[in-house]
């Protein structure tokens, strides 16, 4: 198994894990708070796992350049922009719903990548990637009569267009970590990722610290005041994202996208067991498709 894989199932259920505890801590910080905290309570794990591999595994840092910073700038910006939409849209519908309309990500990941990057998606991939967005829209829908107005209503209402924009935004920052990390080159994958990673974190801690102490200071003391809860959201995110850091240094960004669709799963395990909510035979057929799609990358690589 090509290490790529482990790290991005890794990655997948620390997502989860951290948007469950964001969705929990939402009710007492609001939308942007449950986006900061994410960050700047993940500084400090990503700067501690960085100081590890530099110290006790004697990795030295990269050379930062300028095509560096842009990629991460900008891919901060955009992974920011993602999350305030995502958040924001739990209040629209449930947790796995409001997840599952952010999953068309592995397709404008794909083209991205193309854009960005000049990535080559094979047509098995662009298969697996087809049939796994297909599972996420059946989810999608799983709560709606499928009849021919409710699908134009559920595919064109306010929610999913903010996840759709979500999902955007959140292709568009994978391939611009990727393009950061491999922007650094020497090092190795490992300090190449961890590096972006810290910096990334740090910029959208500054960031998002400056804009609510301007627009919003209440959600910034309310995010300091809940620090108990708010750091394991910050541990669950940096550790989420030291995966795809990872598995985007190693893989193509198309790949790495398609295969953490299988977080919808863990999604809909976490809204059964968690938050007590049902899950219908179109959820799971949804699901099956996902790992079906999983099927088919995996034997694409």
Not at 16 to 37: E, F, I, M, P
Request: aromatic residues 10%; proline residues 3%; hydrophobic residues 60%.
């Amino acid at each position: 198994m090509e290490l790529w894989i482990p790290i991005t199932l890794f990655a997948a259920f620390c997502q989860n894990l951290r948007s469950a505890l964001q969705k929990h801590l939402k009710g007492r910080l609001g939308t942007s708070g449950a986006t900061l905290v994410r960050f700047a309570y993940g500084f400090p794990f990503a700067l501690a796992y960085l100081l590890v591999l530099h110290l006790a595994f004697a990795m030295p840092f990269p050379d930062m350049n300028g095509r560096f910073l842009l990629a991460a700038a900008l891919g901060g910006l955009a992974q920011i922009i993602a999350t305030l939409l995502l958040v924001h849209l739990f209040s629209f519908r449930n947790f796995a719903v409001g997840t599952a309309y952010s999953k068309t990500e592995p397709v404008q990941a794909a083209i991205f990548g193309v854009v960005i990057l000049g990535e080559h998606v094979t047509g098995l991939t662009a298969t697996a990637i087809g049939i796994g967005v297909a599972g996420v829209i059946l989810i999608s829908m799983a709560r709606v009569p499928l009849t021919g107005r409710a699908v134009v209503a559920s595919l064109a209402g306010r929610p999913a267009l903010i996840g759709l924009a979500s999902a955007a935004f959140f292709g568009g920052s994978a391939a611009l970590y990727r393009m950061a990390s491999l922007s650094l080159e020497g090092p190795g994958y490992l300090m190449q990722a961890a590096y972006s990673l810290a910096v990334v974190t740090l910029m959208q801690t500054v960031a998002m610290g400056l804009y609510m102490a301007w627009r919003e200071s209440d959600q910034l003391a309310a995010s300091i005041r809940h620090w108990r809860q708010a750091v394991w959201v910050g541990l669950a995110g940096v550790a989420g994202s030291a995966g795809w850091f990872t598995a985007m240094t190693l893989q193509q960004v198309a790949y790495v996208r398609a295969l953490a669709q299988v977080e919808l799963v863990f999604t809909l395990i976490a809204s059964w067991f968690f938050f007590k909510e049902r899950i219908n035979g179109r959820e799971i057929a949804g699901c099956v498709l996902i790992v079906a799609a999983i099927l088919v990358l995996l034997s694409a690589t």
